[in-house]
Nanobody
Framework: QVQLVESGGGLVQAGGSLRLSCTIS????????MAWYRQAPGKERELVASIRSDGSTNYADSVKGRFTISRDNAKNTVYLQMNSLKPEDTAVYYCNRDLRYYSTYLNWGQGTQVTVSS
């Protein structure tokens, strides 16, 4: 069974940076198209950034130019480098499949909390 484990979150001041990691255990065929999502209190989960197996990427308009998604296929790990953080980036961040390419999500991990203070 594929397992997702997110890490790297924390408390940071506005303008700061964090690097999130998502380690994927299990079948490599399940993770060719991956994405980072976030969910703020009282809001729906939203897609933040996605990456295909060929390394091509897409970003939500709200994070373009500030966030960078990358992957290390040898380590089965997906990263999210977050720079110039804003208070509105505060949320729990999760990784999972990019559902544009799959019919179902993998089981969600516990996520990692990112809190940006003003």
């Amino acid at each position: 069974q594929v397992q997702l484990v997110e890490s790297g979150g924390g408390l940071v001041q506005a303008g700061g940076s964090l690097r999130l990691s998502c380690t994927i255990s299990g079948s490599s065929n399940s993770n060719k198209f991956m994405a980072w999502y976030r969910q703020a209190p009282g809001k729906e989960r939203e897609l933040v950034a996605s990456i295909r197996s060929d390394g091509s990427t897409n970003y939500a308009d709200s994070v373009k130019g500030r966030f960078t998604i990358s992957r290390d296929n040898a380590k089965n790990t997906v990263y999210l480098q977050m720079n110039s953080l804003k208070p509105e980036d505060t949320a729990v961040y999760y990784c999972n499949r990019d559902l544009r390419y799959y019919s179902t999500y993998l089981n969600w991990g516990q996520g990692t909390q990112v809190t940006v203070s003003s």
